[in-house]
């Protein structure tokens, strides 16, 4: 992503002025899958919310999931899933190629 921010800059016997800076603000993916604690098996349309973010996304039939664009730094993610415990899982996102994630989550059982 590449953003920009103005700095005012005052030269000798000059009005001031303002000259423009790009800045690169890195972001990285943050992939993962989401599955059944007590199976291992993925679960499919899990949806996942990135707090503090717009961020939404769904897993896919074998449970995986990818967010783009994630800051670096601590997060946390809600999962809500029709038959399974709602959880809250924080999780640590650092510029690397390969931020990878396994979440398990509970069903709930019914008697």
């Given at each position: 992503?590449?953003?920009?921010?103005?700095i005012?800059?005052?030269?000798?016997?000059?009005?001031?002025?303002e000259m423009k800076v790009f800045v690169?603000?890195?972001?990285?993916?943050?992939k993962g899958k989401v599955i059944d604690k007590?199976?291992?098996?993925g679960l499919a349309a899990?949806?996942?919310e990135l707090m503090g973010t717009n961020k939404r996304v769904y897993t896919d039939f074998d449970?995986?999931?990818?967010?783009?664009?994630?800051?670096p730094g601590a997060h946390a993610l809600l999962l809500n899933l029709i038959s399974y415990q709602f959880k809250a899982e924080?999780?640590?996102?650092?510029?690397?190629?390969?931020?990878e994630i396994v979440i398990e989550m509970n069903s709930i059982h019914i008697n």
């Open positions: 992503m590449l953003s920009y921010l103005y005012p800059q005052v030269g000798a016997g000059c009005a001031a002025s690169e603000t890195k972001t990285t993916e943050l007590s199976t291992g098996e899990v949806e996942i449970g995986n999931f990818k967010i783009k664009e994630v800051d924080n999780v640590y996102v650092k510029i690397t190629p390969k931020n």
